[in-house]
């Protein structure tokens, strides 16, 4: 089995290119999603999810969400993606949990400009009209660790032009990379 970790930051378009993946096949577990999922159980009132994660973190250590996601999983697929790692220690306990196959650590990145202009576009629920509220999500991220996993990628696909271009580069990297689809 391929196993494929995406790491960027909010906007940069680490959602298309896992739908492109799972659009070919792919197994695509969104870590975010897991959260919520586990939020909406277990999250206390008022709580943001964003508080919620930290929370979770702070008991359950920082690969919680990458053990959580994991689990998720279930049956095994030639390709399974993970959407949204946000540390190294995440990133090291896929390599725990996943021993044996071949894991791939890919990040999008995205100016800061362009993202938040995708974002003030696409308002999912989480998204914010406030730039400010942007760049505190912007920290927040950074502060689960996401900078380094960036750093540490194996590959860093660029997203900083049309949807287009940025589809060709990863249909490229598909092809190329993952010879997958």
Known sequence: ???????????????????????????????????????SEDGKPGERLMDYAKRLRTIYGNGVVA???????????????????????EVEEFRNLLQGNEIFLVSVHSPPSI????????????DSKDISLVKLRDKEELDFGLGGVIAMSDYIITNSSSIAEFKRECEDFIKRVLKFG
Do not use: C, Q, T, W
């Open 1 to 39: 089995m391929k196993v494929l970790l995406i790491a960027g930051m909010p906007g940069s378009g680490k959602s298309l290119f896992s739908n492109l993946l799972k659009d070919k096949g792919a197994k695509v577990i969104v870590m975010s999603d897991v959260v919520k999922k586990r939020f």
């Open 67 to 89: 053990r959580l996601s994991v689990e998720s999983m279930g049956s095994p697929s030639p390709l399974v993606v993970f959407d949204g790692v946000r540390s190294l220690d």
């Open 115 to 126: 993202r938040y202009e995708r974002i003030m576009n696409r308002m999912r629920p989480d």
